[in-house]
Structures are given as C-alpha cells and as structure tokens.
C-alpha cells in the first residue's frame, strides 16, 4: 500500500533555531518528491521537488534531502521565522499516477 | 500567471442541504484535481479530471458526490446530501500533464473552500 509518514505531528520551537521535519514513504512506482507549505487556511504552496536522482535541493532557507535507498526525505529549516508557521506537507508522487499525500507536520514559530 | 481560483471561501449549511464549489484552474492546464482535507490531516484525492474526462474517482463517495468538468476548462464539485463528516476544506489543484515521468510538472492549489455542515 502506498502511504506516507511524517514526524513529529507537530513542533514548536523559537524564531531564529533551526529544525528537521521527516518523512517516510513506500511508495512504488516513485516518481518524484515534494515538500509543500500550507498556511492556515490556504492551499499548499510547493517548496520543493527531488527526483530520484536528486540528494538535496534548497530553496532559500529551507534544505530538502532525498535518500531513495531508504525513502526519506528531510526538510531542513535554518534560521525559522515568525511566518514559517504552517503546516509542512510531504507528497510522493506515484510514477505516472497520483500523489501520495502524507498527514503533515505543523510547526510553530514564537518570538 | 494568475492562480488557482475557488468559490466560495466558506460555506455554512445545515446536514442533508445541497452545496456546490467552484474552481477554475490555470489557464492551459489539463489536469484538475479536487481533494478533501479533514482538518489536521492531509489532502485525500476525490477525484482527478484530464480535459473534461474523469481520470480516478475512486475515493469519491458518488451517492453524495459529484463533479463535473464539461469544457475542460473550469469544475464544480457538488454535495448532495450533505453529512456532518463533509465538514473539510476542498481544495481544487491544477497542473499542465497529467504524466509525471520524473520530471518536475507542477500541481498549484487553489485556496480552498472551508465548508461547515452543522
């Protein structure tokens, strides 16, 4: 069955630390990965996509790691702020299919 | 390029009414999705559309639910009787192929219609 995991089901930290969101999948046939933002009450955004072929992928201050061997992937948030607070989606994407959503992490961000 | 566009943004009824959302997706873009996203849990597929035929409506309950998109170009989603358990946000998707072969097409998200069934 193909299903996403992600932990922890939620985080809080301080602005300015640093923090790892994970995710698990088995999914197969893999296609791609994605890190989606969503803000309260709006659409998820896209952060990233890794192929399978692909380690890492940054955008801005936010690090995305892909091990395919394992299938985990890792979003990597340096330096958080205030508007990070959202909740941080991992979709897999089934080879020619649909995406897999996992459940979500939601983060908080305190001054 | 403009978004995903939804409507309503909210929507109050009453169990056992009848309530329709609204999306028009990115203009050239031949895959439509619609999910449902119980709040705290991620989206769950409702059903997939390419051009104007249906793609995946398995996790559609069709004794409630339907979906329509006639032009191929914008889609309504239609709750018919409503539930207390169709309380969720409905979020409309778009991307430009339906195939993704490694490649990096992207989905965008509308904003959701928050839909309340008291």
């Known amino acids: 069955k193909n299903q996403v995991e992600q932990s922890p089901q939620s985080l809080i930290i301080l602005e300015g630390k640093n923090c790892t969101l994970q995710c698990n999948y088995t999914v197969s046939p893999f296609s791609n990965l994605r890190w989606y933002k969503q803000d309260t009450g709006r659409g998820p955004v896209s952060l990233t996509i890794m192929t399978f072929s692909e380690n890492t992928k940054s955008n801005g201050r936010y690090t995305a790691t892909l091990d395919a061997d394992t299938k985990q992937s890792s979003l990597h948030i340096t330096a958080s702020q205030l508007s990070d607070s959202a909740s941080y989606i991992c979709v897999v994407s089934v080879y020619g299919q649909n995406f897999v959503f996992g459940p979500g992490t939601r983060l908080s961000v305190l001054p | 390029e403009a978004g995903v566009a939804q409507s309503p943004r909210y929507k109050i009824i009453e169990k056992r009414q009848s309530v329709a959302f609204w999306c028009n997706p990115i203009?050239?873009?031949?895959?439509l999705y619609w999910y449902q996203q119980i709040l705290g849990q991620g989206p769950k597929l409702l059903i997939q559309f390419q051009n104007n035929g249906v793609v995946d409506d398995s996790q559609l309950p069709k004794d409630r639910f339907s979906a329509e998109r006639l032009k191929g170009v914008d889609s309504t989603l239609k709750i018919q009787p409503a539930k207390l358990e169709d309380s969720a946000v409905y979020l409309c998707?778009?991307?430009?192929?339906?195939?993704?072969?490694?490649?990096?097409?992207?989905?965008?998200f509308g904003q959701g219609t928050r839909l309340t069934v008291v």
């Open positions: 998707a778009s991307r430009r192929t339906r195939r993704d072969r490694g490649g990096s097409t992207e989905a965008f």
């Open positions: 203009s050239g873009h031949a895959t």
